[in-house]
């Protein structure tokens, strides 16, 4: 069965953004595709960056997506999809 078009929100919070923001930029430029626009926001502290996605794509490009970016260390994802 083919996935079905997808759109949601993919939420990150990158924890010491000065070393762990390069490698999240490598996944989001990979995905690129699948963004279709994408808003971040530095802590005060600026030790923290937000992160949200606006996605629209097939649910297993979506999940690969979040995947990839629960992989890099430092970084914690949380998504919203709605299917159809």
Known sequence: MEDRMTTGVVGLIVNNRADHAPEVQRVLTRYGNI?????????????????????????????????????????????????G
């Not at 960056?49 to 992989?71: H, P, Y």
């Open 35 to 83: 963004i279709t626009s994408r808003m971040g926001t530095p802590s005060r502290n600026k030790e923290r960056g937000f992160i949200t996605l606006a996605v629209e794509g097939k649910r297993c490009q979506i999940d690969s997506l979040t995947e990839e970016l629960r992989g890099v260390e430092g970084v914690q994802v949380s998504s919203t999809l709605v299917e």
